[in-house]
């Protein structure tokens, strides 16, 4: 019997402020994390994560968008996950 997983909001992701007291390797496990339990696909993954972005890294965040188009992969310059570690 084939089950199909549905993608959901069953575990929930905290927001990240980009405080000096935040982890940030420890909010992008988070994330991880969280995109597995609710089945987020790697394409999705940088678009519900901008929701969760505040202060200044919701600022950097506008001001890089353009060139985003995924959390992982590809190159430093267009992965959300890489531009927020610098």
Do not use: S
């Given at each position: 019997m084939q089950t199909n997983v549905?993608?959901?909001t069953y575990?929930?992701?905290s927001k990240y402020h980009g405080k000096s007291r935040e982890d940030v390797i420890v909010w992008y496990e988070e994330v991880?994390?969280?995109a597995m339990v609710?089945?987020?696909r790697d394409v999705q993954i940088h678009t519900i994560v901008i929701?969760?972005?505040r202060k200044a890294v919701a600022?950097?965040?506008k001001e890089k968008r353009l060139n985003?188009?995924?959390w992982v992969g590809g190159n430093a310059t267009n992965?959300?996950?890489d531009l927020l570690i610098k």
């Open positions: 549905r993608e959901g575990a929930k992701l991880e994390r969280v609710n089945n987020w929701a969760y972005l600022d950097y965040y985003i188009n995924r992965n959300l996950k």
